[in-house]
T-cell receptor
Framework: EVRLVESGGGVIRPGGSLRLSCVTSGFSFANYGLSWVRQAPGRGLEWVSGISYGGDTTGYADSVKGRFTISRDNAKNSLFLEMDSVRVEDTALYFCARDYSTFEWLVKGIWFDPRGQGTPVTVSS | QSVLTQPASVSGSPGQSITITCTGTHTDVGGFQYVSWYQQHPGTVPKLIIYEVTNRPSGISSRFSGSKSGNTASLTISALQAEDEADYFC??????????FGGGTSLTVL
């Protein structure tokens, strides 16, 4: 069974740092691109960042570029998001998602774990 | 990286068909055949229902179909059912090698 389990969220003051993790299982991790997607309370989806299956290509939304860093550890089947200089507007539920198809980064849509809970991040003074 | 434009809400009666539009630019929707659609029920994660404009993942009903013309993509749901009531989001790959979502459309089944 494919699982994506997020963790690391919490309450943090503006300007602070946080590291999100996503531990995966049930599929060939190294063959898939991965993304972080967030959803503020009562709002829509926002793609935050993604990393290709090979790890050599990354992308960021303009809203987080220069502040967030995505990385992956293929040995641990894990995805990370380092969040620096956080802002109030970064408050959201953060989901980890996997490319729908192997070896194709982002183009064939992304898949969310139906049992996923996301990890909540609240930025507040 | 602007958000793709979707209507805030649409509605239809059981058995009817509805269409949700998703408008972008030549740098996203218009530039690629890489539009996806997601369904999200309250309290759940988004579910991929269409990818590459017209393709359905395994297990997705044929009542869901997608199309694209120029900078606008569309999701059509035929033979509307009560269980289709949900939020729907489009997304597109962009020329900046990123992904951008639409603002979302709330579907009400009357």
């Amino acid at each position: 069974e494919v699982r994506l389990v997020e963790s690391g969220g919490g309450v943090i003051r503006p300007g602070g740092s946080l590291r999100l993790s996503c531990v995966t299982s049930g599929f060939s991790f190294a063959n898939y691109g991965l993304s972080w997607v967030r959803q503020a309370p009562g709002r829509g989806l926002e793609w935050v960042s993604g990393i290709s299956y090979g790890g050599d290509t990354t992308g960021y939304a303009d809203s987080v570029k220069g502040r967030f860093t995505i990385s992956r550890d293929n040995a641990k089947n894990s995805l990370f998001l380092e969040m620096d200089s956080v802002r109030v507007e970064d408050t959201a539920l953060y989901f980890c998602a996997r490319d729908y198809s192997t070896f194709e980064w982002l183009v064939k849509g992304i898949w969310f774990d139906p049992r996923g809970q996301g990890t909540p991040v609240t930025v507040s003074s | 990286q602007s958000v793709l434009t979707q209507p805030a809400s649409v509605s239809g009666s059981p058995g009817q068909s509805i269409t949700i539009t998703c408008t972008g630019t030549h740098t996203d929707v218009g530039g690629f055949q890489y539009v996806s659609w997601y369904q999200q029920h309250p309290g759940t994660v988004p579910k991929l229902i269409i990818y590459e404009v017209t393709n359905r993942p395994s297990g997705i009903s044929s009542r869901f179909s997608g199309s694209k013309s120029g900078n606008t993509a569309s999701l059509t749901i035929s033979a509307l059912q009560a269980e289709d009531e949900a939020d729907y989001f489009c997304s597109s790959f962009t020329s900046y090698a990123t992904l951008v979502f639409g603002g979302g459309t709330s579907l009400t089944v009357l």
